[in-house]
Each structure stands twice: as structure tokens, then as C-alpha cells.
């Protein structure tokens, strides 16, 4: 089941608000755009920023995400793209050219979920396809920082991140918003942190090639960006 950040209506109806300056998204757009790609899976689409993004480079997009709150954001966003409730695990037959994992999509697959994940954007993909992600390096033990309490304030809405454990590769926190009317939500998150060579064997293990690993041009030395290759 997806966090209540993103499968409450009240919660997702914040996540632009709070970080609809994605900036962390244009490197995707070059790579996109470096590997010809046509066709695009965003999987764990959100609330359609890097979709639209696509679309508006003129790219076929298909969107999926099973947090149904913020996808219905993204229907309202923007009608080019094809949005779709569930993972990928249920998409309908495709063919891509490029499969698409941005921010932390692919760190809250915690177990055998994450096989499956590959499995699904596999099928997805033309033969010689690619698969982009990043994820957060574990040797530079981001969840350290975390430990001390971040708030923020926006249109009278405070939200504050606490850091709950790190029971590795397995590490959680929490966010919790307070309203103007003094109600309070609070959404609990578990992300997985795998290294580098555990995500190359399991990229192996189902068909695909890691072809570049590269360093995120935002966060330098701290996160992977994995671009890998369908072999058949």
C-alpha cells in the first residue's frame, strides 16, 4: 500500500506545494532525450511532474502509480498523458522505449516486490529498451542527517519529518502535517537502501544490462543513477 503522503487526498494535495520545484527531474529529460526515446513508463508517476514534463517534449507517456490520490492530481494536470492506477505489475501490453523510477520510487520496493517491479517493466520494454533510476547510496548513510527534526512552512500548513530507524538496509521516518485548523495527519515511510553491486545482480537476474551508473548532477556523491539495457 502506498504512504498517506500520497494516497491521502489531503496529503498528496500538498506534495507540489512543498517540492513542485523539481529540479532534480531535468537530468532525466537529457537522458531521455540522449537515448532517443520516443515512448516513455514513468513508474510511480506521482502527481504527473516528470510526465508532464515528457509530454511536453513532445513524448508518448504513459504514467502509472498505486496511490489513486495523487494520480487523479495528475489527470487534472494534464491530459497528453496516458495516467494509470496500479504498478508494474498490472500495466496493460506496452512497448517502450524508456522505463522511468525517479526520486525515491525504486527505494520503497522493500522486498520481493522489487523483483517483481523488474519483471513488469521487463515485458513493458522494446528489446535494446532502457531502464533509468536512481537511488540513494548507502555508504553515504543519508539517514544520519536525518536524526535531527526538519520543518517547513507553506500556506499556513506546517510539515515536519522525524526520523523514526535505521534497522538496515532498512530505514524509516515519518511526516506530519499540521492544518490551519489545528488537525494534524501524519504518514510513516520505509525505504530500502541496496548497494550498488545488489542492484546490478538483481538488473542481471531479469534481462537487463547495466550499461552506465552515474552520479546524480544534484546530489553529487551521494546518489546512483542506473541506466540499464533489455537484452532480449
Given at each position: 500500500m502506498p504512504d498517506a503522503l500520497f494516497a491521502d487526498p489531503r496529503l498528496?494535495?500538498?506534495?507540489?506545494?512543498?517540492?513542485?520545484?523539481?529540479?532534480?527531474?531535468?537530468p532525466y529529460l537529457e537522458i531521455a532525450a540522449e537515448l532517443g526515446a520516443r515512448t516513455v513508463l514513468d513508474v510511480g508517476c506521482g502527481t504527473g511532474c516528470f510526465g508532464t514534463l515528457l509530454a511536453d517534449a513532445g513524448l508518448t507517456v504513459v504514467g502509472v502509480d498505486p496511490a489513486l490520490a495523487?494520480?487523479?492530481?495528475?489527470?487534472?494536470?494534464?491530459?497528453?498523458?496516458?495516467w494509470l492506477h496500479g504498478d508494474a505489475t498490472t500495466l496493460p501490453p506496452l512497448q517502450v522505449d524508456l522505463a522511468t523510477m525517479t526520486a525515491n520510487v525504486a527505494q520503497v520496493f522493500l522486498g520481493d516486490d522489487w523483483d517483481a517491479t523488474l519483471r513488469g517493466?521487463?515485458?513493458?520494454?522494446?528489446?535494446?529498451?532502457?531502464?533509468?533510476?536512481?537511488?540513494?547510496?548507502?555508504?553515504?548513510?543519508?539517514w544520519e542527517g536525518w536524526r535531527v527534526p526538519?520543518?517547513?512552512?507553506?500556506n499556513g500548513v506546517?510539515?515536519?519529518?522525524?526520523?523514526?530507524?535505521?534497522?538496515?538496509?532498512?530505514?524509516?521516518f515519518r511526516h506530519t502535517y499540521r492544518f490551519p485548523d489545528g488537525r494534524e495527519i501524519a504518514s510513516d515511510s520505509t525505504l530500502r537502501f541496496r548497494t550498488r553491486e545488489e542492484f546490478g545482480e538483481s538488473l542481471t537476474a531479469h534481462g537487463f544490462e547495466v550499461?552506465?551508473?552515474?552520479?546524480?548532477?544534484?546530489r553529487p556523491g551521494l546518489e546512483h543513477?542506473?541506466?540499464?539495457?533489455?537484452l532480449s
Open positions: 498528496a494535495a500538498l506534495y507540489d506545494l512543498f517540492d513542485g520545484e523539481r529540479t532534480d527531474l531535468v495523487s494520480l487523479e492530481l495528475a489527470r487534472a494536470k494534464d491530459s497528453r498523458v496516458t517493466i521487463h515485458a513493458a520494454l522494446k528489446p535494446g529498451a532502457h531502464l533509468v533510476f536512481e537511488s540513494r547510496r548507502p555508504e553515504a548513510r543519508a526538519v520543518q517547513r512552512e507553506k506546517r510539515e515536519r519529518r522525524d526520523f523514526l530507524s535505521a534497522d538496515l538496509p532498512f530505514v524509516s550499461v552506465d551508473v552515474r552520479d546524480a548532477p544534484d543513477v542506473f541506466v540499464a539495457k533489455k
